[in-house]
């Protein structure tokens, strides 16, 4: 009995220790997911920056105009839809590492009596960390706030398209290109909720 006791002390302790060094890994994923949206928004937003400012030099020669706005938008247009993508991607990811730290947490909690009020999962009033998150959080994301730039960028070039190549009334291109820009949006956005909400509908609560 007193073996068999001192081994599942023993299975106990190698198990919280390689629960310690999870919750460090962890630690260093979501960072990097951090880390890693930001620098991918800073990326798109310096190329989309780049590209207004080599057009604007190229405003006085009509003929350059033409050929590097249609070359310049729609390839950062097309750098912002993959720049979108990844940033919900690491989104996903950083949700699901935050359970998985909350799982470990809530372990470390049930050890001792007074786990539960140092480690708190979070508060029904102010949330996580003084952060409440609710339904309309994600429009708040960066991955939300690339979108929002990108489709903006999407309707311009419609208009420019119908303006620039098909000769068309330039209010109705202007109306065109916002309906384009906000459908766009639209079904960003809605993409974008989908995706969070299936990963936090994966979330299972785990008792302490």
Do not use: K
């Amino acid at each position: 009995m007193t073996e068999s006791t001192s081994s599942a002390s023993a299975d106990l302790a190698a198990l919280r220790s390689a629960l310690a060094n999870e919750q460090i890994v962890l630690q260093s994923v979501a960072s990097a997911t951090v880390s890693e949206s930001g620098a991918r928004s800073t990326i798109y937003l310096s190329t989309l920056s780049s590209g207004l400012v080599a057009l604007g030099f190229s405003a006085r020669t009509p003929g350059l105009l033409a050929i590097l706005t249609f070359t310049l938008l729609p390839t950062i247009f097309v750098l912002g839809w993959f720049t979108v993508v990844r940033l919900v991607d690491n989104t996903i990811e950083n949700i699901a590492v935050r359970q998985r730290m909350e799982n470990i947490r809530a372990h470390f909690a049930g050890v001792h009596p007074s786990g539960p009020a140092l480690l708190v999962r979070g508060d029904a009033r102010t949330g996580e960390y003084g952060v409440r998150y609710g339904r309309s959080s994600f429009l708040f994301t960066m991955a939300s706030m690339i979108a929002a730039v990108n489709c903006v960028l999407g309707g311009a070039l419609v208009a420019l398209a119908l303006t620039e190549g098909m000769g068309s009334p330039l209010l109705g291109a202007q109306l065109s290109g916002a309906a384009v820009g906000i459908v766009l949006l639209g079904a960003t956005l809605t993409y974008e909720r989908r995706r969070i909400r299936a990963a936090n509908l994966a979330r299972r609560p785990v008792g302490g």
